[in-house]
């Protein structure tokens, strides 16, 4: 059974940078495309990047301020966002698909405030 769980400061401050985790059972890192994906508060979702195989990928908005990694002994996919500001304030999701199916983590509420 695939689960995602995502992990992080659910408040951060101006100019900080953002550390997400998602801890990840029964998937395999190797061969699936893993990506980031956020809901500001009456928007819709926006997806922020991914990485499939050896390859990253970043949205274009956010790729100078985005790192995204992951560690297969922790079982772990991770997310980095820079410089962040009261805009960044959003429900942050990780995704996976698999042999074409997608599961997603509950997410996790981060508030970008003084």
């Known amino acids: 059974q695939v689960q995602l769980q995502e992990s992080g400061p659910g408040l951060v401050k101006p100019s900080q940078t953002l550390s997400l985790t998602c801890d990840v059972s029964g998937a395999s890192f190797t061969t699936n495309y893993w990506s980031w994906i956020r809901q500001p508060p009456g928007k819709a979702l926006e997806w922020m990047g991914a990485?499939?195989?050896?390859?990253?990928y970043y949205s274009p908005s956010l790729k100078s301020r985005t790192s995204i990694s992951r560690d297969t002994s922790k079982n772990q996919f991770t997310l980095q966002l820079s410089s962040v500001t009261p805009e960044d304030t959003a429900v942050y999701y990780c995704?996976?698909?698999?042999?074409?199916?997608?599961?997603w983590g509950q997410g996790t509420q981060v508030t970008v405030s003084s």
């Open positions: 990485i499939y195989g050896d390859t990253t």
């Open positions: 995704k996976l698909v698999q042999s074409g199916l997608p599961y």
